[in-house]
């Protein structure tokens, strides 16, 4: 089982999502009619994020960074020339969508990637190199070993 690390702020942001879906729904604001599905994942050097987005056009979709929330949306069109009355059934799903994700901490926000192959939107997020402690040199105005020589020829002419 892998341990997650729980940020608040993912469902806080999840909450306000759902909330802004059903006040634009009440009082008619953009229409979202589906949401893609997404998987987010770590590896060694980025957090990873592929969006399901089957027959759209990359030029419909739109991914930017603001206060360290990724938002993908876009627009799936409905293009088939068919009259409707002449279809049986229609589960594919069309029109706008968006989706906010909080990024973790120590990402490059700056250097995110994008690439859509065969319906799938791959983003990734570079991570931040870790920072190793940086060791401090100290400097003395006289060494150790400094003290030491004269001590040691005080201690020949005793031995004299």
């Known amino acids: 089982m892998a341990i997650i690390r729980w940020d608040p702020f993912r469902e806080m942001t999840q909450v306000q999502n759902q909330l802004n879906r059903l006040v634009d729904q009440v009082w008619g604001g953009r229409q979202e009619s589906w949401l893609p599905a997404v998987d ?9 994020l592929k969006a399901e987005l089957a027959g759209m056009d990359p030029d419909d979709i739109q991914i930017e960074v603001e206060d360290n929330v990724l938002t993908i949306k876009g627009e799936r069109r409905f293009e088939e020339k068919v009259d409707e009355e002449r279809y049986y059934r229609v589960e594919r799903r069309f029109g706008s969508f968006q989706r906010s994700l909080a990024l973790p901490q120590g990402v490059k926000a700056d250097e995110i990637g ?8 791959t983003v990734s997020v ?9 060791r401090i040199e100290v400097k003395a105005k006289k060494t150790v070993e400094a003290k ?8 020949g002419e005793t031995g004299k």
């Open 126 to 134: 570079p991570k931040v190199e870790e920072e190793k402690p940086k």
């Open 40 to 48: 987010v994942f770590d590896t060694k050097d980025a957090v990873v």
């Open 148 to 155: 030491k020589a004269p001590e040691a020829e005080k201690a």
């Open 114 to 121: 994008a690439a859509y192959d065969d319906g799938i939107l």
